[in-house]
């Protein structure tokens, strides 16, 4: 089943789309639910497509920031991972790939996760704690993108 017959199965069954095998080897639920979601919902524009993954990398940008924050008192050294991140030549191809959502959802999930986990780490909030093991459980399975 390519995702051209997922899509067009989603008009009336979604759900059965989302938790169906892909190319008889991949399940892969998250990323099929945002894929198919974001096929449903935004027009069939181009540069709609590279707008997203250019904002769900700059929310990854600014996690990683958030991130550096909770490990450091630098500004400087919270500024320069994130220079490096954006900088790196990894970002230019997820943008100029439309199709690279499941790629740009990892990361964000992942660095999600990592954030909720120093904040457990420094607050105790139980809350944080499950979301950040909620964040890593979508993110397992799928390789982690952004290292140059």
């Not at 991972?81 to 790939?97: A, D, E, N, R």
Request: glycine share 6%.
């Amino acid at each position: 089943m390519s995702i051209g017959d997922l899509i067009k199965a989603t008009k009336h069954h979604f759900w059965a789309a989302v938790f169906s095998i892909h190319d008889k080897i991949f399940f892969r639920p998250v990323a099929k639910f945002w894929v198919i979601l974001w096929h449903l919902l935004a027009p069939r524009t181009p540069m709609l497509y590279h707008a997203r993954n250019l904002v769900l990398l700059a929310l990854a940008a600014g996690l990683l920031y958030l991130t550096m924050a909770r490990l450091t008192r630098s500004r400087l050294a919270c500024l320069l991972p994130v220079l490096f991140f954006v900088v790196c030549k990894m970002q230019l191809v997820t943008i100029g790939y439309g199709a690279a959502i499941d790629s740009v959802i990892s990361l964000v999930e992942a660095l999600s996760a990592v954030l909720l986990l120093l904040v457990f780490f420094q607050k105790g909030s139980h809350v944080a704690l499950v979301g950040s093991y909620a964040m890593l459980a979508l993110t397992v399975g799928r390789g982690i993108p952004g290292s140059c």
